[in-house]
C-alpha cells in the first residue's frame, strides 16, 4: 500500500502548481479592446449589453430629454408599477406588503382582497418542512456560512418532492411558490443552527412559524429567542424585503436564474445557482461591508459631527490609505444609476425612524454625512464616466444592525426577498426561452506544437 504524503510535503507541490495555473491563464488587458469585448457584459459607460427582454421590472436611471439621453433619478418598477407607489400605499393602509409583492412580480397584476389573502393562505400552507428535514439536513454538519447551508437545503429538497424535473409552468410555479414559502425558515434554523454548534452560544431553539404573520413578522419570530418585535421592526424589515425582490432580469443572480433555467434543468439547481451568484460580496455581500467600514470610520474620526473630518477620512479611504485600502467607499455607486438609488432614496426616512427608536441617531447623521461627501470626494480622485449616489446597500446594512440581526444573515436576508425575483425570472423564461443560452468567447490562444510524452 502506499504511503500518503504528508500535507508539509504537497503544500510546496501545490505553489508551484498555482504559479503556473496563474502565469497560463492571464490574459493581456488591452486584447479585450481590441476585440470589442464588454467586460462584464457592460459598455465604457457601464450600461449593459442588451441580452434579453423582460415585462418583470424595470431600472431606469436616464431620460431622453429634446432627443438627448440624460441622467435621471433613478426609478424602479416592478410589472410596470412604481415601487415608490407600492411602498406608500403599503403603509397607508398599515399592511405588510412583501407578500402582495411577489404576487405582483409572479403573476403581473395587483392582486385585490379575495385573491391577496387565498395568495397568503397558499404562501402560509406551503411553510412545513418535511418530517425530519431539520434533524437530517439543517442540524447536521451545519455550514459556517448561512448562504451555503441554504442551498444545501434547496438541493436535498429536490429528494421531497415527487415531480422534481418537471419543468412544466404549472409545477415549476408550484415549486417556487413552496421556496419562497420556506426560505425564512431554511435561512433561520441554518443560522440557528450554525450559532449552537459553531459559536457555542449553549442554546438551540426552533420557533415554527405563525400562519398569521407576514414574511418580516415570522423573520423575527423565529430568530428572537422570546420571539418579541415592536410594529416598526416588522414594517422596516417587510419595507427592506419589498425593495430587495427583484431588480431586472441583468442582475447577475437573476441572469444567472435566466442562463441554467435555459439549460432545462430542475428549479432547485437553477436556484442553488441563483444562491451561489448573491453569495459573492461584490453582489449580496456589500452590505456587510458598508457596516465594516463605518466601524472603521467611528473608530478614526474622533467628532461624527464635523464633515470636514468625516471628508478627510473619506479622503484617505479613497486614496487607499484607510480601511481596507482597495479606494472603495462601499454603499456608494452602482452599475446603473448615477443621480440616485430609488431602493436607498424610499429606505433613508424609514431607517431614520428606526434609528431614533433604538438611540443610535448620531449614527445616521453619520452615515447622511458619508452619502454627501462621498461623490464629491471620489469625482476628485478619479475621472467617472458616470455619477455615483448612494446605493441600497449602503442603508440596509445598519437596519440589520440595529434590528439585531447578526451580520451572517444580512446576505440570506436578501436571498429571502430576491427568491421572489428569481422565480418569476425562471416562469418568464420557461415561458418565452427556446434556446440555451450561449454567448460567445473568443480564444486568444496561440497554436502549440504537440510534444511526445517520451520528448517532454
Known sequence: MNKKRDFSEITPVLSKLGDLLYEENVIEPSL??????????????????LTGLTEISEVLSRKVVDGVEVP???????????????????LKSGRFGFEETTYILLFGKLPNKNELEEFKSIISDYRSLPTSFIRDFIMKSPSSDVMNGLARSVLALYSYDNNPDDTSINNVMRQCLQLIALFPQLTVYSYLAYDYYRKDSGSFYIHAPKSEYSTAENIL???????????????????ALVLHAEHGGGNNSSFTTHVVTSSGTDTYSAIAAALGSLKGPKHGGANIKVCNMFENI????????????????????????????????YGIGHAIYSISDPRATIFRGYVERLAKEKGRSDEFELYKSVEELAPQVIAKHRNMYKGVSANVDFYSGFVYQMLGLPPELYTPIFAIARISGWSAHRLEELINGNKIIRPAYKSVAGRREYISFDER
Request: charged residues 30%.
Open 32 to 49: 479585450y479592446a481590441e476585440h470589442k469585448v464588454n467586460r462584464g457584459l457592460r459598455d465604457i459607460n457601464g450600461r449593459g449589453v
Open 72 to 90: 435621471c433619478d433613478g426609478e424602479l418598477y416592478y410589472r410596470g408599477y412604481n415601487v415608490h407607489d407600492l411602498i406608500g400605499d403599503f
Open 221 to 239: 419570530y423565529m430568530l428572537r429567542k422570546d420571539g418579541q418585535f415592536t410594529p416598526l421592526e416588522a414594517e422596516i424589515l417587510d419595507i
Open 298 to 329: 467611528k473608530e478614526n474620526v474622533s467628532d461624527w459631527s464635523d464633515h470636514q473630518q468625516v471628508e478627510d477620512y473619506l479622503d484617505k479611504i479613497v486614496s487607499k490609505q484607510a480601511f481596507d485600502k482597495t479606494g472603495l467607499v
